[in-house]
């Protein structure tokens, strides 16, 4: 089988897996389940945690925790521009489906930056933090998948997206553990 074929069908199963997880019916409860998870995973919020871990924070670790979190940062933000404009997905919601729940801030789809965002801060915290470590990834995991069930993402966007940040976490921990 070719790499072409191969690509195909697994985007096939990426198109058949957002179809049966993205329901334009969806109850109420659903929809604002994955708004409040989505909205959890803004941007903004993390900029907010990073600047109070290290202002408020008089704890040494805290301080730490606010470098590594804009470390991490630093290192994703960059890479999530680059493979955007790179691959150039278009989202479920303009080529698959009408009426997703929410309105995009851009045109593309890979990957997910909430998801990459959600995970990197994941990884973080679950550093610093290892006895809420499935508090943090099942937060991270809500984050991505109320994605697709609002429908502006496919499943692999997600999926590439938690990979993208987790490895971006793991990469700024141990940079500032080298400091």
Known sequence: ???????????????????????????????????????????????????????????????LLSITLLLGFLIERPIYYVAKKTFAR????????????IVPSDKFSLPSGHSAGAFLVAIILAQYFPELFWLWFAWASGVSASRVV??????????????????????AILLVGYL
């Open 90 to 101: 278009v989202r479920p919601c303009d080529c698959l489906v009408k009426g997703a729940y």
């Open 150 to 171: 609002l429908g502006v993402h496919f499943p692999a966007d997600v999926v590439l997206g938690a990979l993208m940040g987790s490895s971006c976490g793991v990469m």
């Open 1 to 63: 089988m070719s790499q072409n074929n191969i690509l195909k069908k697994v985007a096939q199963l990426d198109e058949d897996l957002f179809l049966k997880l993205f329901n334009g019916n969806s109850p109420v409860w659903i929809k604002n389940s994955a708004l409040g998870f989505s909205k959890s995973g803004n941007g903004g919020l993390y900029v907010m945690m990073a600047l109070g871990f290290g202002w408020l924070g008089s704890e040494q670790e805290l301080q």
